[in-house]
Each structure stands twice: as C-alpha cells, then as structure tokens.
C-alpha cells in the first residue's frame, strides 16, 4: 500500500520546529518550568514502554519524489519503526499546545499532529489514542505524584488496623 497523504507530513513534521521554539513560547518561567518537568517525566514512563513493548509500523511506500516525500523518508532513516506506541509526537503538541493562547489553538495543533501521525503512515491509531489517555498525568506530573502519594499512604496506613499495641503486653 503507497502513503497517498504527502501533504501532512509538513504538518507532522512541525513538531520539530514547535518543540524547539517552545521556550520562547512559555509566557512564564513557571510554564516553562512545567513543560521541562512534563518532558522529563514523559520521557522517564515512555522510553521505557519503547525498549519493553516495541511497536512496529510497517513503512509504507510514499506516492512521491518530492522533498516533502524525501524529508520523511529522512525521519524514517532516522527512527527506527519500533518506536510508535505511543506517539512521542502528539504527546509533545499536547505539552506544547498548552503554551498557546487562546488555548483553542494549542488543541487544534495537537489534532493536526495526531491526524498527520496517522495520514503519513508514522503511526497507528491505537499509538494516538495511547497518548491521549496516557497525557494527562503526563501534563501535570505533580497532580500525579501527589496522587499516588495519597493512595500508597491509604493502602500502607489501611495495615495498621491490625491488633492493638496492648494486645503485645
């Protein structure tokens, strides 16, 4: 099967150029504080899942020459298709499209890059979708941590309702 969508690979491939500008798109130092610790933390859970589960996706064949065809092909050189699920490339639109006003903006791009994910033959659906459900402890690793935190305390103090200290005497 031949790759007919050509066309979105500029769109997919301008996570490069987001993702590199993103610090002078942070309005604050605590935005861009947040999105190094989200980058940090997505990296942390997810290389991982890459090296564990390795997803492939067969490379398919591009209906052009063009230097839009022949850019892809570069990436495709690049990345070895082992490392699809889930799609590093959406994760980063969502952190940055979190940096865009109106926020409208920030979700529209991070749909764009999830469509071209799929329309370039880059990922599978199920690669996007992981991302989606796997981002939004990803976006505030905080809210996460403190989470988790709340609930080991719960199950480790949910032990101590065992025998009384004077029951030991």
């Given at each position: 099967?031949?790759?007919p969508f050509t066309r979105t690979v500029l769109?997919?491939?301008t996570s490069y150029i987001?993702?590199?500008l993103a610090p002078w798109c942070a309005r604050t130092q605590r935005d861009l504080r947040q999105l190094m610790i989200s980058a940090w933390v997505a990296m942390a859970v997810i290389f991982p899942i890459y090296w564990i589960i390795p997803s492939s996706v067969p490379r398919r064949p591009l209906a052009d020459n063009t230097w839009v065809a022949r850019l892809l092909n570069l990436e495709r050189a690049i990345d070895p298709p082992t490392v699809a699920f889930p799609s590093f490339h959406v994760l980063w639109a969502i952190f940055v499209g979190r940096l865009y006003r109106p926020r409208w903006l920030g979700i529209t791009y991070a749909g764009a890059i999830a469509i071209s994910c799929i329309t370039t033959g880059m990922h599978f659906i199920p690669d996007v979708i992981?991302?989606?459900v796997i981002a939004p402890p990803l976006v505030h690793p905080q809210r996460a941590w403190k989470r988790l935190l709340r609930v080991t305390e719960r199950i480790a103090n949910s032990w101590l309702?065992?025998?009384s200290p004077e029951a030991h005497q």
């Open positions: 099967m031949i790759c769109i997919y491939e987001t993702v590199a992981a991302v989606f309702g065992g025998p």
